[in-house]
Each structure stands twice: as structure tokens, then as C-alpha cells.
T-cell receptor
Framework: DTEVTQTPKHLVMGMTNKKSLKCEQH?????MYWYKQKAKKPPELMFV???????INESVPSRFSPECPNSSLLNLHLHALQPEDSALYLC?????????????FGQGTRLTVV | AQTVTQSQPEMSVQEAETVTLSCTYD???????LFWYKQPPSRQMILVIR??????QNATENRFSVNFQKAAKSFSLKISDSQLGDAAMYFC???????????????FGKGTHLIIQP
């Protein structure tokens, strides 16, 4: 199993809503990542979890709240988002602390904030 | 900080022909990793090919090969016998050997949109 599964595939939410994005992998990876990708742009790193602990937060606004409940799951809780937060949110996973390690990406959640 | 430059926003090639996508990068590190990722309309980022900077031999994966010129800081991707399924956005990416995992040190270029003409 070399899949990273993200749900939902699409999400439309209002600026006052609370929603969560989910990401799951069963490859035994101990590093998981959230990326944000705007249309026709490269992905931008948001958060990194290593061994279920937040190790990198790229100055992301607090309306995005990550959570890693166990080594297979990664959530991104959304609250009071702005229309400019509309984007593709990609989850990725990899081994941690080894050289030449490949990152596996999910298909992303297309988020629209209205 | 490292930078990755892809100077071709869009490329078009006839099916079965060969196309080369360009990538240059800037770094002060002597050891690093370079990648080409493919992102089709399905949105998933898929690793196409990987090159370790300490290896002089160019990486190949079936129809995909790279021309790695370390001194020139150039890392181009050649796709031979182009197929309709190769149509996608292609991102060149750099990773420092000092990053802890596979995706936290990735610096991406802006991407090249590859169109395959039937």
C-alpha cells in the first residue's frame, strides 16, 4: 500500500464554518506534511509532523490548526477562513531521518471558501 | 536559501516525440537531492525521477531521463516517446540533505505545463 488518502476530495465552506480535512497513510511513515497549492503555482509547505509531534509550522495563520492523533492520521482543522484560503490542500508522508527518502502525496482536497 | 527556476511555463510536443523540460537551481550546498514531480489533472503529485548530487551518472526511469550538470546547476528532464498520459504539470524540486524527511525541505520550481498533441 503506497497510498496517501485524503478526504474529502472537495469542500465548500462559509467563512463562519468549522470543518476538518483528513489524511491517512499505512506505509509506516513517521513524517506527515500539509501543503497548500494555489492554481498554477507550486505547493507551499504549511506544517510538518515528525513522530506525531509538530516540528515545523511555516508561520501559518491560527485559523488553520493541525492535529496528528496517531502515526497514520493527520487532520487539518479549519475555522473562520477567508476567501483567499481557497486552494488545493495536499497531504504527504515520508520516512523521517533517513537520506534519499521519497515523499508520497495524496490527491488533495479542493477547498472553496465562500 | 535555495531557488529553483523553470523557465518554460508551457511546452507542447507531438505524441511519440521527445521533449526536454529545463530546470536550473541555485545552492551553496555540495550535496543535495533533485526531483521531478508530475501533477496530472487528478492533482496527485507523483515522483517521476530522483537524482543524488554526489552521483555523476544521470538517473533514468524507463522513458524518463535527466541531464544533470552539477557545475552548471542544471537538471533537465527528457521524456522520450511522449504519450497522452504524460500530459501534466511538471515540477522540478530541490531537497537539502539537512532536512529531516522527504517533503519538509522541498523547494519547488514554478512548474512547466506539458501538452501532448495527438
Amino acid at each position: 500500500d503506497t497510498e496517501v488518502t485524503q478526504t474529502p476530495k472537495h469542500l465548500v465552506m462559509g467563512m463562519t464554518n468549522k470543518k476538518s480535512l483528513k489524511c491517512e497513510q499505512h506505509m509506516g511513515h513517521r513524517a506527515m506534511y500539509w501543503y497548500k497549492q494555489k492554481a498554477k503555482k507550486p505547493p507551499e509547505l504549511m506544517f510538518v509532523y515528525s513522530y506525531e509531534k509538530l516540528s515545523i509550522n511555516e508561520s501559518v495563520p491560527s485559523r488553520f490548526s493541525p492535529e496528528c492523533p496517531n502515526s497514520s492520521l493527520l487532520n487539518l482543522h479549519l475555522h473562520a477562513l477567508q476567501p483567499e484560503d481557497s486552494a488545493l490542500y495536499l497531504c504527504a508522508s515520508s520516512h523521517y531521518g533517513t537520506d534519499n527518502t521519497e515523499a508520497f502525496f495524496g490527491q488533495g482536497t479542493r477547498l472553496t471558501v465562500v | 536559501a535555495q531557488t529553483v527556476t523553470q523557465s518554460q511555463p508551457e511546452m507542447s510536443v507531438q505524441e511519440a516525440e521527445t521533449v526536454t523540460l529545463s530546470c536550473t537551481y541555485d545552492t551553496s550546498e555540495s550535496d543535495y537531492y533533485l526531483f521531478w514531480y508530475k501533477q496530472p489533472p487528478s492533482r496527485q503529485m507523483i515522483l517521476v525521477i530522483r537524482q543524488e548530487a554526489y552521483k555523476q551518472q544521470n538517473a533514468t526511469e524507463n522513458r524518463f531521463s535527466v541531464n544533470f550538470q552539477k557545475a552548471a546547476k542544471s537538471f533537465s528532464l527528457k521524456i522520450s516517446d511522449s504519450q497522452l498520459g504524460d500530459a501534466a504539470m511538471y515540477f522540478c524540486a530541490y531537497r537539502s540533505p539537512y532536512s529531516g524527511g522527504g517533503a519538509d525541505g522541498l523547494t519547488f520550481g514554478k512548474g512547466t505545463h506539458l501538452i501532448i498533441q495527438p
